[in-house]
Nanobody
Framework: QVQLVESGGGLVQAGGSLRLSCAASGRTLSTYSMGWLRQAPGKERDFVAA????????FYGGSVKGRFTISRDNAKNTLYLQMNSLKPEDTAVYLCAAESGQWRMTPEYWGQGTQVTVSS
């Protein structure tokens, strides 16, 4: 079992930055690929970014590429999402997810989410 707890969300003005964290417990994070997804009210869950556990390869959704950066610190068992140049359309609940093996968009574990609100 893997437990995931997100933090770092909040209210920020458009153009600002936030860094989200996802602390993992229960298993060694390095054995999992990790990802961030987001869900806004009335919309489908949207892929944000992911990072493989074995080769460190990163993946980004088209709407965040060039603005967001995913990273991980295996020693701290923590995943990060640096979000820059935030836009009102980035407003959503951001969820951390973990998947065995390489990232395939089929995570086995989910966090509860952290709210990000971007004001215009």
């Amino acid at each position: 079992q893997v437990q995931l707890v997100e933090s770092g969300g909040g209210l920020v003005q458009a153009g600002g930055s936030l860094r989200l964290s996802c602390a993992a417990s229960g298993r060694t994070l390095s054995t999992y690929s990790m990802g961030w997804l987001r869900q806004a009210p009335g919309k489908e869950r949207d892929f944000v970014a992911a990072i493989n556990g074995d080769d460190g390869r990163t993946f980004y959704g088209g709407s965040v590429k060039g603005r967001f950066t995913i990273s991980r610190d295996n020693a701290k068992n923590t995943l990060y999402l640096q979000m820059n140049s935030l836009k009102p359309e980035d407003t959503a609940v951001y969820l951390c997810a973990a998947e065995s093996g390489q990232w395939r968009m089929t995570p086995e574990y989910w966090g509860q989410g952290t709210q990000v609100t971007v004001s215009s």
